[in-house]
């Protein structure tokens, strides 16, 4: 889908050259743009993503509103099905009759846009960029293989330049943490504020999430770490939701603590990466496993797809 509204904008930018066709295309983009600038400032409150970004590639995905997924289905970011349980539209993309999700609200589609770049892995490093830096996000999103065509990034800029949505940036107040800063392990060990005194000066001991957890290192069983921690080995196994004792690996986490029942503010679910289980994920974010099934209805070896979207917290009802 992404590749094809590209090819639209291109085709759109021609029409220059036929003065009235491009006036026609230009008014239909602007008036686009002033119908859902609020909902894009909202997003980049929300969210953090720059409302630029959000509106140059809303106008480009759905044709300034005019692609049929948008017509029909409010769907403004060409959003396929994955593990979605709401309404659908068949539509032909890269496939013939693919499943597109199908949204109520127009604002719907925009937030799913939204915790798609948050929640992803691979966009993480977007989040550490200036909120006004719109070339560096375009550019960004481009080497993170958001889009395959070649100019995508010079196209984002283009638009957000010429319909000068870089002013709707700063309109935005209050911008929240990068998820990078919120998943950011702090080190409690060595430190004086740590409660394990009787650790050796050499283990360090991290918290995510408020929990306390430590890197394995050559040499470590449950047994031992249980021992040093001055637990029960079957503590240190309830904490790491195990049935019991397996090999540690090097670089193993291990909590040293029981873990939460949800992530942080902030970290309200997590996006399926090639090959992930439920179980990295809860290590990963300090939160019970048994949470993570409950909340996302799975069972705790249920095969995770790439892209599958993961609650980390207890939605709001």
């Known amino acids: 889908m992404r ?18 066709g491009y006036a026609q295309s230009n008014a239909v983009r602007q008036a686009y743009i002033l119908k859902y600038k609020d909902i894009a400032i909202k997003q980049m409150q929300e969210f953090g993503i720059p409302a630029s970004i959000t509106l140059a590639q809303a106008c480009i995905e759905s044709g300034n509103g005019t692609s049929r997924l948008a017509r029909e289905a409010n769907n403004h970011f060409g959003i396929k099905c994955h593990d ?3 309404a659908t539209i068949t539509h032909t993309d890269d496939a013939k009759d693919e499943c597109f999700r199908k949204y ?15 929640y992803r892995d691979r966009y993480a490093s ?11 996000w375009a550019q960004g999103l481009k080497q993170a293989g958001y889009a395959t065509h070649p100019q995508y990034a010079n196209i984002l800029i283009q638009v957000i330049e010429e319909c000068k949505l870089y002013e709707y940036d700063r309109m935005a107040s209050d911008l929240p943490v990068s998820p990078k800063k919120l998943e950011q392990p702090v080190v409690i060990h ?15 001991i991290y918290q995510q999430n408020k929990v306390s957890y430590i890197v394995s290192q050559a040499g ?8 040093e921690f001055r637990l029960f080995k079957r503590e240190i196994l309830r ?12 670089g193993t986490v291990v909590y040293v603590a029981p873990k939460r029942k949800q992530a942080v503010r902030g970290l309200e679910m997590h996006i399926v990466e090639e ?13 019970r496993l048994k949470s993570i099934c409950k909340y996302n209805s799975l069972s705790k070896e249920a095969h995770l797809y790439e892209g599958r979207e993961i609650l980390l917290r207890k939605e709001k009802k």
């Open 239 to 250: 904490f790491n939701e195990l049935k019991k004792a397996e090999a540690l690996e090097v």
């Open 84 to 86: 979605w349980k709401g």
């Open 220 to 227: 470590d069983t449950y047994a031992s770490l249980a021992k």
């Open 275 to 287: 090959d992930e289980t439920l179980r990295d994920i809860s290590r990963r974010y300090g939160v």
């Open 104 to 118: 109520n609200r127009v604002e719907d589609s925009f937030k799913d846009h939204a915790e798609f770049l948050r």
């Open 3 to 20: 590749q094809k509204c590209v090819l639209f904008l291109w085709f759109s930018c021609l029409l220059s050259l036929s003065g009235g």
């Open 126 to 136: 977007l989040f550490d960029l200036q909120p006004l830096d719109y070339k560096g």
């Open 190 to 204: 060595p430190d004086t504020r740590s409660p394990f005194y009787s650790v050796s000066l050499y283990r360090t």
